[in-house]
C-alpha cells in the first residue's frame, strides 16, 4: 500500500506526461517538435484540426531544413498566410 506522499508523488508525475487520444493532436505536438515551438502547441492543434495535416508536416519540415531562420514557427506562419494554404 502506498501512503499519500508516493500517490501525490505519482499524480504529479502523471500530470506532466503527455496523453494523446487524436491524430491531430500528434500532429500538433509533430509540429512543435520540428519547428522548435513548444509554447505554440495549442496553436498547432487549431491548425491540425482544421487543415491537412500531411501538407502541415511538409511545411513545417521543409522551414526546419532553413538553417538561417532563427524563428522557425513565426516563418512557418508566413509561409501559411503568403500561399493559399488558409483558403483551401
Do not use: C, P, W
Not at 499519500?4 to 491524430?23: I, M, N
Amino acid at each position: 500500500m502506498i501512503d499519500k506522499k508516493e500517490y501525490s508523488d505519482l499524480l504529479h508525475a502523471r500530470k506532466k506526461e503527455s496523453r494523446v487520444y487524436q491524430s491531430f493532436q500528434a500532429t500538433a505536438l509533430a509540429l512543435a517538435e520540428i519547428l522548435e515551438d513548444k509554447e505554440h502547441v495549442s496553436l498547432y492543434m487549431r491548425l491540425a484540426k482544421k487543415y491537412n495535416n500531411q501538407d502541415l508536416i511538409r511545411i513545417a519540415k521543409t522551414v526546419a531544413e532553413k538553417k538561417e531562420i532563427e524563428n522557425k514557427g513565426g516563418y512557418f506562419m508566413t509561409v501559411l498566410k503568403k500561399s493559399d494554404f488558409f483558403n483551401t
